[in-house]
């Protein structure tokens, strides 16, 4: 029964639901059509609404009350096409100050029918989908080739995991902060103005992004993370144990997995094993194989078992990993000239005391990067993702070598990411990120190779929602507002940014509590065991939508000083503010993300909200200059990603430039110094590979017919945006956009 207490509670609902007036009187029900979660519209029947309110009370063996049960539908906010959700939710409420026993038997009810209802056509959907990207409806992933039962049973729970890891953060918020704030985190989750990435790829949120310390592996192999294997002792274990040390760490991480350390490790064991100069007598026979008769059918040689050892490893992290939805374990290797070698492992010690040697190390390196090449002429093979760090000061490459064998591998046809730094103290990776080793005052996040850092989260901006919100709110919605009074706008926007920031900061660190709950708990093993530490990494802020705010702002996305100002007016505000709130437990960061899913969802939702979207297209760009635009220079895009740009952008951004052909050595030896001369640290060349799908011919260059048997069903390999995938595996909107790229001549 009803008491007083509860009549007043139900009475105030009826004035006031989340903040909006309701009037109290009988409402004209008539020709209201609610849309139910299938999408399909009915007449809204206030009926049915009533005795679902009535099953709820009799599941708890209470009374329903004629009086609060036609209190409750009369006084409901229907308007015309009204969501279902949004009814059960005022019914809720209104329950919640009624009876809570009774709210919660509601709500259970029909949280279970619909999540069946769900399931059921999201498991006839995902069937029919086109590929296992298209398939999947929360953060659709071309590093997942194939569509089986395996990623159809990955994708089932992701609704549950985003609600759970809501239900997580928002505790922590309300706890750390206050009530309010948890709601504003939904509240600014659901409006689109901030994106948490990798929501539902586990029940419980995992850390992003990891590199991990090699030496921990070189002492105690795989036990730190419960494994039962020691410590390599020779190259045979030491190949063996590395992809399971990938696919362990990869296991706890939304993200990759990155080993800066690999070839040093791996020429360590090989210098144990064939002496300090084996690189100098690669032909030296080290195991002969004999025939049943007698003679000889093998004789390998160093370089025959080196390769042996790189296909072991390089086919087994490409393998589709059970635990990560059947993708692939998403894997980065360094790759250092020089100076880069000494100073980052000038005082580097082995467990054995002895230190890496650089010329067996640089043969090394140049080994892999031509057995690589030539090895995806046989397999299209996506991982590792490979990064070349160059030191670049005082106008030249101080390793001129490596800055000619990366121009080299470029004409080639090989596919890798070039980092170009002034100091050996940052390294950077796929997808865009460094991070600086000695101070450690930034890092680059998305797939970094410095050791024993990362990215633990990343909260994304789409800036294209925010700068349309603020114009409308303090300009009336007045596009020329930029234009009109540069500074005024300068001011206020950066007023009204900060308390956004302020906000971000608060969720991160409400997410890094709980991390360090789990770390409390041992639940954390890569950490406890020493291969990275939780203070190392960092809570990332990204970027999305700035292009087409700018345009929104009636600006052209091209070198030139307005938008350069405009950029720095973002990217300076929030590098600014990321060291501002910098804490002993928290350090921050802002990137350009790749957004493979996130730049599609954007431009979805914004459009589909009212907002101004480029006509034409279907995503928003992950770069400072927009890849379709067919007057865009090469050069310029490299401009576009020079000091001028990523100057003031704390986590970086990578910069794709996109080819209809290789170039000459010299051409990209041209280009090499031309990004170090302005400051495009970090890029890559991209040349559709061609892959015939009736006989397996592949070709490092773009053709419509294969040229063994004549036949012309070809596919395409290139860059989603971090790594090398077939286009047939994009998702259908990643696919439109890919199209839409220009490939310059």
């Known amino acids: 029964m009803m008491n007083f207490k509860h009549e007043v509670f139900l009475w105030f609902w009826l004035k006031k639901i989340r903040g909006r007036p309701y009037l109290i009187y009988k409402k004209n029900f008539n020709d209201m059509t609610v849309k139910k979660t299938n999408g399909s519209y009915e007449e809204f029947d206030k009926e ?17 009350v004629d009086g609060v049960l036609n209190s409750i539908i009369d006084n409901l906010y229907i ?88 239900y997580n953060t928002t505790n922590k918020i309300k706890n750390l902060y206050s009530k309010k704030l948890a709601d504003q ?75 800066s350390g690999f070839f040093v490790m791996f020429d360590y064991f090989a210098r144990k094993e064939w002496g300090d100069y084996y690189y100098l007598h690669t032909d030296r026979p080290t195991h002969i194989r004999y025939n049943t008769d007698g003679t000889i059918k093998e004789e390998l040689t160093i370089d025959k078992q080196i390769e042996q050892y790189f296909q072991e490893v390089v086919y087994g992290i490409n393998q589709p990993a059970a635990a990560r939805g059947f993708q692939s374990a998403f894997t980065n290797f360094a790759y250092f000239d020089k100076p880069y070698f000494e100073g980052i492992y000038g005082e580097y010690k082995f467990p054995d005391g002895s230190s890496p040697k650089w010329e067996s190390l640089s043969y090394l390196q140049k080994k892999f990067m031509k057995w690589f ?27 001129q070598d490596y800055a000619d064998f990366t ?12 980092y ?117 990494q960092y809570l990332t802020l990204g970027i999305n939508g700035l292009n087409e705010a700018y345009m929104y702002l ?52 914004d459009k589909k909200d009212g907002y101004w979207v480029p006509e034409g297209r279907n995503c928003y760009t992950s770069y400072f200059f927009l890849p379709d635009d067919p007057n865009i220079s090469i050069l310029e895009k490299m401009k576009l990603h020079g000091n001028e740009f990523v100057g003031s952008c704390d986590g970086g951004s990578a910069c794709h430039l996109n080819l209809n052909e290789h170039l000459s050595y010299q051409q990209y030896k041209d280009l090499l110094k031309f990004a170090g ?36 069903h070809i596919s395409y390999w290139t860059r989603i945006i971090g790594y090398l995938r077939r286009v047939e595996d994009f998702n259908e909107g990643r696919q439109i956009e890919e199209g839409q790229r220009i490939y310059s001549e």
């Not at 009533?50 to 009370?57: L, P």
């Not at 009109?484 to 906000?503: Q, S, T, V």
């Not at 890029?683 to 559709?688: D, G």
């Open 48 to 64: 049915k609404a009533k005795d679902g309110i009535c099953e709820a009370f009799k599941s708890c063996n209470e009374e329903c």
């Open 420 to 536: 170009i730094s002034d100091s050996p103290d940052t390294l950077s990776s796929c997808c865009r990120l460094s991070n600086k080793i000695q101070e450690n005052t930034f890092s680059f996040t998305n797939g970094l190779t410095g050791e024993q850092t990362g990215s633990k989260s990343v909260i994304t901006l789409n800036y294209n929602r925010i700068i349309q919100n603020f114009v409308k709110e303090e300009y009336n919605g007045d596009r020329n507002a930029w234009k009109n009074n540069r500074d005024e706008f300068e001011e206020k926007f950066k007023a009204y940014l900060i308390p956004i920031l302020e906000r971000i900061y608060k969720y991160h660190t409400a997410y890094n509590e709980i991390l360090w709950d789990l770390y409390n708990a041992n639940m954390l093993p890569v950490y406890t065991a020493g291969f990275i530490n939780l203070n190392r």
């Open 407 to 418: 121009a080299e591998m470029y004409s080639e046809g090989h596919s890798f990411f070039t």
């Open 185 to 259: 985190y939904i509240k600014d989750l659901e409006n689109h103005i901030i994106y948490k990435h990798d929501e539902s790829t586990f029940g419980i949120n995992s850390p992003y992004c990891v590199a991990i310390q090699s030496l921990t592996f070189l002492n105690d192999g795989l036990k730190g993370l419960g494994g039962l294997s020691a410590a390599p002792k020779n190259l045979d274990s030491f190949c063996g144990m590395f992809v399971n040390l990938i696919f362990a760490v990869s296991s706890q991480f939304a993200g990759a997995v990155a080993c």
């Open 677 to 712: 001369e302005n400051g495009t640290n970090y890029f890559t060349f991209n040349v559709k590979n061609s892959e015939c799908r009736d006989c397996g011919y592949i070709s490092k260059h773009t053709i419509d017919k294969c040229p063994i048997c004549g036949r012309d």
């Open 79 to 166: 308007y015309d096409k009204i969501e279902s959700k949004e009814i059960r939710r005022q019914i809720e409420e209104a329950l919640m100050s009624v009876n809570k026993k009774v709210a919660k038997a509601y709500i259970q009810k029909f949280i279970s029918n619909e999540e069946l209802k769900e399931r059921v056509s999201f498991n006839e959907s995902y069937i029919n989908a086109k590929n296992a990207s298209s398939g999947s409806k929360y953060d659709s992933n071309a590093n997942v080739s194939n569509k089986n039962i395996a990623t159809l049973n990955a994708e089932i729970p992701k609704k549950g995991n985003i609600q759970f890891n809501r």
């Open 554 to 605: 009636g600006g052209e996305c091209r070198y030139c000083d307005d938008y350069i100002e405009f950029c720095k007016m973002i990217t300076g505000t929030m590098k600014e503010q990321n060291i501002l709130h910098r804490t002993k437990k928290t350090m921050y960061n802002s990137e350009f993300v790749p957004a493979e899913s996130l730049g599609i969802k954007n431009y979805k939702w």
């Open 373 to 399: 090449n030539k090895e995806r002429t046989k397999t299209m093979l996506t991982f590792p993702v490979e990064t070349m760090s160059l030191l670049y000061k005082d106008n030249h490459f101080i390793d």
